[in-house]
């Protein structure tokens, strides 16, 4: 069974930094590509940031890019987010998932991954 279990959520004011944390088991992580999505109330869920299987390579929302950092750690199994210079309008709902090696397409796409865990609330308000 596949488990991702995010955490690091919580209430920031405006410029301040979160790190969300997304352990995985139950599938050999190294061999998955990552990802992070949010979902603001009553908005569509959105692509933030993914990483690919070894680290190398990785991708980020426009909104996000210069700010977030996507990294992940294969001997821990783990995925996370560093979130700097926080914005009111990053207030959501932040997902991890995980790769489904047998759909193709873009890291961008949420059909590209099949597990996702619970979510973690981040709010950024002063």
């Known amino acids: 069974q596949v488990q991702l279990a995010e955490s690091g959520g919580g209430s920031v004011q405006p410029g301040g930094s979160l790190r969300l944390s997304c352990p995985t088991s139950?599938?050999?992580?190294?061999?998955?590509?990552m990802a992070w999505f949010r979902q603001a109330p009553e908005k569509e869920r959105e692509f933030v940031a993914a990483i690919s299987r070894g680290g190398t390579q990785t991708f980020y929302a426009d909104t996000v890019r210069d700010r977030f950092t996507i990294s992940r750690d294969n001997a821990k199994n783990t995925v996370y987010l560093q979130m700097n210079s926080l914005k009111p309008e990053d207030t959501a709902d932040y997902f991890c998932a995980i790769e489904n090696l047998y759909v193709r397409g873009s890291y961008r796409e949420a059909n590209k991954y099949d597990y996702w865990g619970q979510g973690t609330q981040v709010t950024v308000s002063s």
């Open positions: 139950g599938r050999t992580f190294s061999d998955y590509a």
